[in-house]
């Protein structure tokens, strides 16, 4: 898989309102078709085509943005 998809609306960051970034994701709200309250995507900066394309490095990043956003989550809930 190439490192960018011209026609990848999150490889353009097209409409995305990037609320934080890491080395390897960027985060953001999706206010454009939100499942829940506060619907929350983390991307990755590198197109890949799934969770089980990510490198190692990428997935110990990705456990840390988790648990963090779990708590930014609970503070916008309350």
């Not at 353009?12 to 454009?32: G, L, M, P, Q």
């Not at 490198?55 to 110990?60: I, N, R, S």
């Amino acid at each position: 898989m190439s490192s960018s998809q011209d026609d990848c609306i999150f490889c353009n960051k097209t409409n995305c309102k990037v609320i934080s970034e890491t080395k390897n994701f960027f985060i953001i709200r999706d206010t454009a078709y939100p499942v829940t309250k506060h619907h929350t995507l983390i991307i990755t900066n590198r197109h890949v085509a799934d969770f089980f394309e990510l490198t190692k490095e990428e997935m110990v990043e990705l456990d840390k943005i988790l648990k963090n956003q779990k708590e930014e989550l609970k503070k916008l809930d309350k």
